[in-house]
């Protein structure tokens, strides 16, 4: 069966983050792909120039247009803007949502643009994310969401994701990719087992979009298989497109990871 997988984001018009990024990253793992727009964002691969939050009764409308109609398998939440969007769209999953959730709690981009109102921190942490099966902060964001200094070491890391897992979802993956050495590690804790995964750092400015996709990734294998399985194969995908990322030529700043690295021949 092939999965149906909806993102609930926002957009990128240069098509490497967000809604954009998530659909390819649906189509390269072969499920079928579902959008609902939570904020239209004029961005490129050199910054965030601004967005628009879109209404969340027209969010929580979009939403509902889905669920009347289409057997969802799994949902990956990206950026959701503000605070009465978060609201809109916890409410609905909890009356209609019964298959994984995957949030990545997207607050800033790349190039250091906040993307998440600091009034909507709260809600996405003590609304949205214990409906989830799984949520994927970066250091920063996991920073954001405990209110305490970023990790600096693998050490802290651990301790940060003992903070995570007791916000309520029922697994967390830290990704640890803003630490500095040659490996990028991330941890895996959920369903009473830790488990980490270390990877070479790829020397590359073309990672624009890498958490969407991860996460979009994660979407998209969990129908398939145990989480800790997903999480293992998301990220060699991503590892897949980071280091393929040079046979694209989008943009003149942060470039997109190639999705079909392993289809376009």
């Not at 209404?55 to 939403?63: E, G, K, M, N, T």
């Not at 609304?127 to 099966?133: I, M, Q, S």
């Amino acid at each position: 069966m092939i999965p149906n997988v909806l993102s609930i984001a926002g957009t990128d018009p240069t098509g490497g983050a967000g809604i954009q990024a998530d659909l390819k990253a649906f189509s390269a793992l072969g499920a079928y792909g579902m959008t609902v727009i939570a904020a239209v964002v004029a961005q490129n691969t050199q910054g965030v120039r601004r967005f628009v939050a879109l209404d969340p009764d027209f969010v929580r409308a979009q939403l509902e247009a889905v669920f009347d109609d289409v057997r969802v398998d799994a949902i990956k939440i990206g950026m959701v803007a503000n605070a009465g969007v978060a609201r809109a769209i916890a409410k609905t999953l909890r009356e209609r949502a019964t298959c994984p959730i995957v949030l990545d709690p997207v607050m800033v981009a790349k190039s250091g643009d906040r993307l998440l109102e600091e009034d909507a921190v709260a809600v996405l942490r003590d609304e949205l994310l214990p409906l989830c099966t799984i949520v994927t902060p970066n250091l920063p964001e996991a920073s954001d969401l405990l209110g305490v200094p970023e990790a600096a070491s693998i050490e802290q890391m651990h301790h940060t994701l003992d903070a995570m897992v007791k916000l309520g979802s029922e697994w967390v993956l830290l990704k640890g990719g803003h630490l500095k050495g040659d490996e990028s590690t991330d941890l895996l804790a959920g369903d009473g087992g830790r488990w980490t995964f270390n990877a070479p750092r790829i020397a590359t400015r073309n990672t624009h979009g890498t958490g969407c996709t991860l996460s979009a990734a994660l979407a998209a294998l969990i129908p398939k298989m145990p989480v800790a399985d997903a999480v293992g194969e998301a990220k060699a995908y991503l590892s897949g497109a980071i280091s393929s990322a040079q046979e694209l030529d989008v943009g003149q700043g942060q470039g997109p990871v190639h999705h079909f690295h392993a289809l376009w021949r």
